[in-house]
């Protein structure tokens, strides 16, 4: 009797598999939620991501929900969130991801999956990484599907990779 490995390797199984790769990219969008995941969102820019877009949430604050692109032209929240396939939050510790709040509710409505990244959390102390990052972990939880702790921000690069599969 073949082993399920041997049967799926087999020809006859071989055939009825997908030979092509998806066509349809996937677009994906990245929001800076803070002041400190600004700059991340800006490095992961300048590497050139193919059907990805970059905004930022940050300057906005909690009560305004707009977004900006990088070049700090406002962009609308419905429009991109319809846009997106997956949009990708990054904040850092402190509880200053408020914007998430916002985005969050329209990706539920729009069925737009959410994966948040938080980043800048091997800067604290051991001691004191505890209640910022309860903060903004307990901002992103309700909004997010995935939540990654990053321990460095180039983690976020091999995760994009990951997520764009």
Known sequence: MLSESARM???AEARCRVQAPNSTPRAVTVIALDAASEAVVRRLAGAGWPH?????????????GGLRDLTGHDRSL???VSAA??????????GHAHAASIV??????HRVTTTAFVVGVG???EHASGSPLSATLAQLRPWSLMVVIA???EY??????ALRA
């Open 104 to 109: 969050g509710p329209i990706c539920s409505l």
């Open 78 to 80: 419905v429009d991109e």
């Open 85 to 94: 396939d997956l949009i990708v939050f990054v904040a850092g510790p402190g």
């Open 123 to 125: 800067s604290l102390s």
């Open 151 to 153: 321990s460095g921000d």
């Open 9 to 11: 390797s087999s020809a």
């Open 52 to 64: 990805s877009t970059f905004l930022t949430a940050a300057s906005q604050g909690a009560a305004g």
């Open 156 to 161: 976020i690069d091999d995760m994009m990779s």
